[in-house]
Each structure stands twice: as structure tokens, then as C-alpha cells.
T-cell receptor, first 111, second 115 residues
Framework: QKEVEQNSGPLSVPEGAIASLNCTYS??????FFWYRQYSGKSPELIMSIYSNGDKEDGRFTAQLNKASQYVSLLIRDSQPSDSATYLC???????????FGSGTRLQVQP | ETGVTQTPRHLVMGMTNKKSLKCEQH?????MYWYKQSAKKPLELMFV???????ENNSVPSRFSPECPNSSHLFLHLHTLQPEDSALYLC??????????????FGEGSWLTVV
């Protein structure tokens, strides 16, 4: 069973701090990695994708990928209360035709 | 507005009813998906369609029956469901099936309650 693991949280950070969200995956053949944000009662929306080892930055968000260690992380700088949501890690397993999702980490940004 | 529209947004049905969920994508994509999201569980892939052909059926009970008449529309027909089938059902689409790294875009979801 190919798995994507995330700490369910909640992860609580003060406003303006850096939030660090982590994800590990079991399939070494995975090629594509995604972070989605899901507000309560809403559908997931894509934040970032990353395909190569290293960092990828987009505004306040930075995705980090380490294929050797099989983990991917998301850093949110200058966290805002509006960032409070569940963050889903998704991985494209080699050979499958869809994404496998983790159960998500709930982030709470305290004003 | 994500370009993927689902109806109805909320549905309450009895265990003996037959109902359908509808999904339409306006993104010109050629792959569509049904995912199920239950409380405190990861998103579960149910079905994948590529160019109207079902390419993956993830061991879903036969009381769920998908239909993809064209690359823009996807249905999930429901009959004799169980209370444990109550969940958020998410439709999604992508330019191609994600083995090539294409991004999946989700609709707003249909909240299903089985009573």
C-alpha cells in the first residue's frame, strides 16, 4: 500500500511566524508532489507543485523536496490568520493514474 | 471558481433512493476523477476517466456507478447506499492523467448524507 503520511496537528503558530508542514511518502518512484490547502467545508485548492529536489518558492510559500529521504515540506512565511486551514500533501505514485493524498495537517495561526 | 462545477452541492437520500451527482469541467481537460473525502480520512480515489474511458476503478462498491459521456462531463450514479457512504464527493480534472505530473483541479464538492 503506497502511503503519504502527515502529522494531523493541529499545528499552532503565532501570526507572523514561519509555519513548517511536513510530509513523507513511501513510493521511491514518485515523481510529482503537490501541496493543497483546504478550508473547512471547502474543496482543496492547489498551492504549489514541485518535481525536483531542492526548494521552490512562490510568494510566502516555499516547497522543499528531498527524494533520497522521501519527504516534502511546505514553509509558510509571515503566517496570517487566513492561512488557517488543512494542508494536504499529494504524491503521484509511479504507475498510477492519479494522486495519493495524505490525511492533512491542520494549521492554526493565532492573531 | 475553479472551472469544475459540481451539482448538487448538498444531497440527502434514503438508502433505497437512486440519485446522481454531476460534474462539468470548463478547462478543456481530458481526464476526470471522483474522490471521496470522509471525516478524518485521506482523500480516497474512486474512479479515473481519460478521454471518456475508465482507466482506474479503485475497488469501489457497485452501488457507485460512474458515467463519462464526454470529456467535459462526469456523473456518479448512486443507489442503495449505506449511511457510511455519507461524505464529501469531489470531482476533479486534469490535462492528462497525473502519471505525467499534470495538476488536478477540484470542484467545490457534493456533500452527501445517507439516512
Amino acid at each position: 500500500q503506497k502511503e503519504v503520511e502527515q502529522n494531523s496537528g493541529p499545528l499552532s503558530v503565532p501570526e507572523g511566524a514561519i509555519a513548517s508542514l511536513n510530509c513523507t511518502y513511501s513510493d521511491r518512484g514518485s515523481q510529482s508532489f503537490f501541496w493543497y490547502r483546504q478550508y473547512s467545508g471547502k474543496s482543496p485548492e492547489l498551492i504549489m507543485s514541485i518535481y525536483s529536489n531542492g526548494d521552490k518558492e512562490d510568494g510566502r510559500f516555499t516547497a522543499q523536496l528531498n527524494k533520497a529521504s522521501q519527504y516534502v515540506s511546505l514553509l509558510i512565511r509571515d503566517s496570517q490568520p487566513s492561512d488557517s486551514a488543512t494542508y494536504l500533501c499529494a504524491v503521484n505514485d509511479a504507475g498510477r493514474r492519479a494522486l495519493t493524498f495524505g490525511s492533512g495537517t491542520r494549521l492554526q495561526v493565532q492573531p | 471558481e475553479t472551472g469544475v462545477t459540481q451539482t448538487p452541492r448538498h444531497l440527502v437520500m434514503g438508502m433505497t433512493n437512486k440519485k446522481s451527482l454531476k460534474c462539468e469541467q470548463h478547462l478543456g481537460h481530458n481526464a476526470m476523477y471522483w474522490y471521496k473525502q470522509s471525516a478524518k480520512k485521506p482523500l480516497e480515489l474512486m474512479f479515473v476517466y481519460s478521454l471518456e474511458e475508465r482507466v482506474e476503478n479503485n475497488s469501489v462498491p457497485s452501488r457507485f456507478s460512474p458515467e463519462c459521456p464526454n470529456s467535459s462531463h462526469l456523473f456518479l450514479h448512486l443507489h442503495t447506499l449505506q449511511p457510511e457512504d455519507s461524505a464529501l464527493y469531489l470531482c476533479a480534472s486534469s490535462q492528462g492523467v497525473t502519471v505525467s505530473g499534470n495538476t488536478i483541479y477540484f470542484g467545490e464538492g457534493s456533500w452527501l448524507t445517507v439516512v
